[in-house]
């Protein structure tokens, strides 16, 4: 199985992972850090799958409905063609937005008599039992889940257990948790595919997009929205467990949790395209998480309802992704200390005091939690962490939580300008105590660059964000070498690594998506864009046929690995075309 072959469809409740083999092979219900109901992604052998898909076994295309999240699969066959629309619903309904947990499945015949082939057969999360069918009249309804779990269809009854039929004419598949169809069929799912292309195509021309690499742009917030858990505001890293960075590398991470680091730069991404309404449901999220945490001693990550995330286990009788395991479930990075998500968390809150729209959430105890932020963030400045790339090795005062927690400090400063005077003098006092020692620390005169941690002289991709964040002037000498050393140093055919050096698992041994979009974004706030513009057209080529990336690329195979889709990918793209694009008025 190749991640290139996957398309992704969900409505901001769930999601699902189709091949072009008209298989969903990933669906966590009822949302996406549940248990597994289809998972032969993890388990080719014994996971759950829901299939349809050419009697012959053919493969099919794969292309997105324009502008939308409905996935249509196509299929050529010896006795004609077929395809099937896959996609979850989402509209507005009563003034509010209807997501049931419904997977709704099209097939319509295109030419001649396809002979075509459907099977359900869920398993029970990550035990994979075999679950009790219990057969209606044009339903199958599947015994042991937490919540009724019902595959509602006008196809025959008799034809879902795999075994052959002609497609005629139109039919339907809707597969439900919880409540079940009892309406019209038909006129049901094809209501609900209606309205759900509506809705996406109007959420679309809600963007604001750059002059070039529009499609891009446009499949990255369609992907980057579907990681958005509407019900708290959460925004999970990816949709899947422990696709490994690379081959045999044992790096197999479950990610269907939310990062309050990852989340912040996705809010900067939706920031850049305008919508609003997705950086509101965050900041309130995180508002949630810090008013548990009465002493901010906060996790990195955290569950989509905002509890703390289950302990890391492998799951040893699972085979993997391929056979390449191991399979995790939880994420042992909730317990590291991780000292730059402080920055992280005052640079997403700080907005409700420098933008009106926020006035709602205006108020002096959000003032007071930036300010208790922004006093965690310099008292934990130059202590050893795990980092951003969370080792499992030695912690040392890595650069990067520094720089954050730099920027928590200084940023503060610049709310307390407006909104706390007499507060404003100590914070910019303290950011420029840790500003010097960064300084003295990390910058490294023997390789002409900041370097990943105090006293070291090993380089860090993620420290290319120094340019952005205005750590220094965008001219000063230290950050443009700063930047062509890592480009030069962590580059392979063009990539970048995040760094070099063992991290407890040996060294990585793919490059890492997101860095070429910080370079991208780098080379363009210090001024050379043409450059920027030579890097982005690169890092587009990686993108799938679908538009989609996951988070690591194996060079020089070209192959992507990693959980999938990655919502750090995406919103990297969305950064790199702002930054490497010309603007609109010098287009038109």
Known sequence: MLL?????????????????????????LPRFDSEPVFSTLLD?????????????????????????????TRFQTGTGSFRILDFAPRFMQ????????????????????????????????????????????????????????????????????????????????????????????RPLS??????????????????????IYQSAVIRSALTLKLHCFEDTGAIVAAMTTSIPESPGSGRTWDYRYCWLRDAYYSLGALQLLGHFEERENFINYLLNIAGGSPNLDLSPLYRVDGSVCPEERILEDWPGFNGDGPVRVGNSAALHRQNDLFGEMVLALAPI????????????????LIERLARKAI???????????????????????????????????????QNAPHLEQEFRSAAEKIREELIACAWCAEIGSFTASYGSHDLDASLLQMARLRFLPLHDERIVKTVDAIRDGLSRDGWLYRYRFDDGFGAPASAFIICMFWLIEALGD?????????VMDRAHAAISTLGLLSEDYELPKLRMWGNFPQAYSHAGVIHAAFAAAPEWADVL
């Open 94 to 185: 009563h003034d509010r937005l209807f997501r049931p947990t419904q997977l709704h499945r099209i097939l319509e015949p295109i030419e001649g008599t396809p002979r075509i082939r459907v099977s359900c057969e869920p398993r029970l999360g990550w035990s994979r039992k075999p679950v009790a069918r219990l057969l209606g009249s044009n339903h199958i309804r599947f015994e042991g889940f937490d919540s009724q779990l019902r595959l509602t269809s006008d196809i025959p009854v008799s034809y879902l257990g795999g075994q052959p039929f002609t497609l005629t004419e139109r039919r339907h598949l809707v597969l439900t948790w919880g409540a079940p169809v009892e309406e019209a069929l």
């Open 353 to 368: 005091f420098a933008d009106d729209r926020f006035s709602a959430e205006r108020s002096p105890a959000a003032l007071k």
């Open 4 to 28: 290139e072959d996957l398309g992704v469809i969900g409505n901001c409740q769930f999601s699902a992972l189709v091949d072009r083999g008209g298989e969903i092979v990933w669906c966590c």
């Open 526 to 534: 210090i001024g050379r864009k043409t450059e920027a513009k030579i």
């Open 190 to 211: 094809e209501r609900l595919l209606t309205e759900t292309e509506q809705y996406w195509r109007r959420w679309v021309k809600h963007c604001s997009i750059p002059p």
């Open 44 to 72: 080719a052998g014994h996971g759950g799958k829901f299939a349809a898909f050419p009697a012959e076994g053919e493969i099919g295309v794969q292309r997105y409905i324009e502008n939308t999240n409905i996935l249509e």
């Open 379 to 417: 008292s934990v400045a130059g202590i050893p962490d795990a980092g951003i790339w969370e080792y499992r090795t030695e912690w040392k005062p890595q650069t990067f939580s520094n720089l954050m927690c730099w920027a928590a400090t200084d940023r503060m400063a610049r709310v307390a300008a």
